[in-house]
């Protein structure tokens, strides 16, 4: 089974659990296709591209004073946010609240953190831009509530 902090589970059956995506054995005919289509030069495209954004979405958040935890190797940025695991989980609430971008939770090194996952191809450099003015705009409301 699937394991990491920002995996949620419930009680109940998790449908996740019964598609091709979270079988080991599926996501292999999706990477040979991937790979078959994009060829060389376009897997290092993605690869090049999603970086990239990652690279810009944390250095928008660094600049609006937002504590970005992780070395950007790839398209993860670690986000900390206040003084407790609560103030963490109420930006990220009025972010996916505000529909403008989804990120989510995860524990790094004991500690409650905004995780981001650039994943999509066609995001723009404009896309990451206004996801960041949405984690100002949230961080804003809460401290002036």
């Known amino acids: 089974q699937a394991s990491g902090s920002y995996l949620a589970f419930s009680e109940q059956r998790d449908g996740m659990m019964y598609t091709p995506e979270m079988s080991r054995r599926a996501r292999a005919v999706e990477l040979w296709a ?3 289509y994009l060829g060389t030069e376009g897997v290092d495209e993605l690869v090049t591209g999603l ?4 690279t810009q979405f944390g ?3 660094r600049a609006h004073d937002f504590e970005v935890l992780n070395e950007i190797v790839f ?3 670690l986000v900390g946010y206040g003084e407790d ?3 963490t989980q109420a930006l990220v609430e009025l972010i996916q609240r505000g529909g403008e971008c989804w990120v989510g939770t995860a ?3 004991g500690r409650t953190v905004i995780r981001i996952s650039v994943c ?4 723009t ?3 990451i831009s206004r996801s960041a003015r949405a984690f100002v705009q949230a961080r804003d409301t809460l401290c002036s509530a």
């Open 34 to 36: 991937a790979l078959k």
């Open 107 to 109: 524990v790094w090194q």
């Open 125 to 127: 450099p404009e896309d």
């Open 85 to 87: 695991d609560k103030q």
């Open 75 to 77: 398209n993860q940025v």
């Open 51 to 54: 970086h990239e954004r990652a």
């Open 120 to 123: 999509s191809w066609v995001t």
């Open 59 to 61: 250095a928008e958040l």
